[in-house]
Each structure stands twice: as C-alpha cells, then as structure tokens.
C-alpha cells in the first residue's frame, strides 16, 4: 500500500534553534560573498528599480529579464514617468516578456503611489502589500532589498531550501506548508536590516545556482553540514548497481 505523504497539519510547528540559525547563515552569507552573480538589481536601492526587477523575475528567469529590464528603465526611468505613461505604452515596453498583468499592475500601482502616497513606495510590508500586484514575497523583498527592513521573503527557490534543509517532507504546494516555511524564514532573519538584504538575496541566490529543483549540487553546497535532506538526495542520484548502462539499440 503507498504510504500516505504527511498532512502539513499534521506537522509541529518549526522551531528553528538559534545556534543552528546562526551557523546556517554564517556559511550562507560567506558563500554569497564569494559567489553571487552580478544583477542591475543588486546594485541599487532604489525602490521602484527593485519593484520593476520583481515584477519582471516572476514567472522569468533572470537571463531573459536582463534585457527587457534596461530597455524598460531607458523608457520609464522613474516611477513618475511610468505612472503618467499611457497605458499603451507600459504594454508596448513589456511586449515579449510575457504575462501582462504584471505590466498592468505595476502601471497601476505607479498611478496609485503618484496619486495617493506622495510618489513614495511604502517601505514596511503590510502597507506593500495593499498596493496593486504586490503578494506577500514581493512586499518582503522590496522592503529588504529597497529600504533594508528587517523583513522575511519565501519564493519558489526560499521555499525549496528551506524545506530541504529544515523540514523534508513538508508538502509544499499547501497553505498549511507554506505557512510553516515563512515561520522558518522569520526565525531565520539576522538581527539587522542591512544583514537582512544579504540574507534574503543569498537564500535565493543559493536556490537558484546550487539546491536547485531537479539537480541539487549538495556536494557544493555551503550549508550542506546540518542539511537534513543532503544524504537522501545524494543516495538518490548513486546508481544502484555497479557496472555498464546497457546501450540503447539504434
Ligand atoms: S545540502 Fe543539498 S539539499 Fe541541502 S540545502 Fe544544500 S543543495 Fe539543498
């Protein structure tokens, strides 16, 4: 009979021990100084560069935003410029990169901000998130990578490290799940802002390039030491019998 995967209800609630959070982002933190890539994004704290590079990243990878990222800011180099844009023109400048509602949202909120909030994005999460588009990762990374804030961030890449790391098993696709790997993030968050924007970005950064979906490079991990899914996965990928693979006939 299949055994049944563990309900995320059915799970305790995390609690994540201070010393190991510690040592998790110490390594962490070293790793992505050594090793991150280079992203328009990172160099600045511009909160409505960051926003756009956000908006862009969802659902896209990073080499193909690259492009569409500069074009879009040679057009729209401020938030006041893209909220007086005829909409028209916001969709013409996103044209190729996909999913348009991401475009008519950040119009949106660029008109909101214009009209109503002096021209200033909000910097704390909760007032993020009552913006047009803005879910609660994109108000996490926008108040962290912008302003600095001392604030938790889950995206697809956040989520699979820290289940992996902290909680194999944990189903992800449910809300109860999901709910637990924010908490983790939270407990996992250094005592300073500044601190804090190294930490989300190497989390993502580590994500992307090594605890990857279908081909974790664990023996290259920097947290591997602790990682409580390392070994499962690494006896996973051993073949099982030692010898040659048959050829496949032509
Ligand atoms: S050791 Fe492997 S599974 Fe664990 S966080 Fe690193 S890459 Fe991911």
């Given at each position: 009979?299949?055994?049944?995967?563990?309900?995320?209800?059915?799970?305790?609630?995390?609690?994540?021990?201070?010393?190991?959070?510690?040592?998790?982002?110490?390594?962490?933190?070293?790793?992505?100084?050594?090793?991150a890539?280079?992203?328009?994004?990172?160099?600045?704290?511009?909160?409505?560069?960051?926003?756009?590079?956000?908006?862009?990243?969802?659902?896209?990878?990073?080499?193909?935003?690259?492009?569409?990222?500069?074009?879009?800011?040679?057009?729209?180099?401020?938030?006041?410029?893209?909220?007086?844009?005829?909409?028209?023109?916001v969709?013409?400048?996103?044209?190729g990169?996909?999913?348009?509602?991401?475009?008519?949202?950040?119009?949106?909120?660029?008109?909101?901000?214009?009209?109503n909030?002096?021209?200033?994005?909000?910097?704390?999460?909760?007032?993020?998130?009552?913006?047009?588009?803005?879910?609660?990762?994109?108000?996490?990374?926008?108040?962290?990578?912008?302003?600095?804030?001392?604030?938790?961030?889950?995206?697809?890449?956040?989520?699979?490290?820290?289940?992996?790391y902290?909680?194999?098993?944990?189903?992800?696709?449910?809300?109860a799940?999901?709910?637990?790997?924010?908490?983790?993030?939270?407990?996992?968050?250094?005592?300073?802002?500044?601190?804090t924007?190294?930490?989300?970005?190497?989390?993502?950064?580590?994500?992307?390039?090594?605890?990857?979906?279908?081909?974790?490079?664990?023996?290259?991990?920097?947290?591997?030491?602790?990682?409580?899914?390392?070994?499962?996965?690494?006896?996973?990928?051993?073949?099982?019998?030692?010898?040659?693979?048959?050829r496949?006939?032509?």
């Open positions: 009979m299949a055994r049944r995967r563990p309900s995320a209800k059915t799970l305790p609630e995390p609690v994540v021990d201070s010393a190991a959070a510690s040592s998790f982002r110490r390594r962490l933190h070293r790793w992505y100084r050594a090793n890539r280079d992203l328009p994004w990172r160099r600045t704290r511009d909160p409505y560069r960051i926003l756009v590079s956000e908006l862009m990243l969802q659902q896209t990878q990073v080499s193909r935003v690259l492009d569409f990222y500069a074009r879009f800011l040679e057009r729209f180099p401020t938030l006041d410029a893209l909220a007086s844009a005829r909409p028209q023109r969709l013409e400048a996103w044209s990169l996909g999913y348009y509602a991401r475009a008519r949202n950040l119009h949106a909120l660029a008109r909101e901000v214009h009209g909030k002096n021209g200033v994005i909000p910097a704390e999460p909760d007032a993020l998130r009552a913006l047009p588009g803005i879910g609660a990762y994109t108000a996490g990374a926008v108040a962290s990578f912008a302003y600095e804030k001392r604030a938790a961030l889950v995206d697809t890449n956040v989520a699979r490290v820290l289940q992996r902290f909680a194999p098993g944990l189903p992800l696709k449910t809300g799940g999901l709910r637990r790997l924010w908490s983790i993030a939270q407990q996992l968050l250094p005592r300073t802002g500044a601190q924007w190294t930490h989300n970005q190497a989390l993502m950064e580590l994500g992307a390039l090594v605890c990857s979906a279908r081909a974790p490079q664990c023996p290259l991990c920097p947290v591997r030491r602790g990682c409580a899914s390392s070994d499962s996965l690494q006896k996973a990928k051993r073949p099982t019998k030692v010898g040659r693979v048959p496949k006939p032509k």
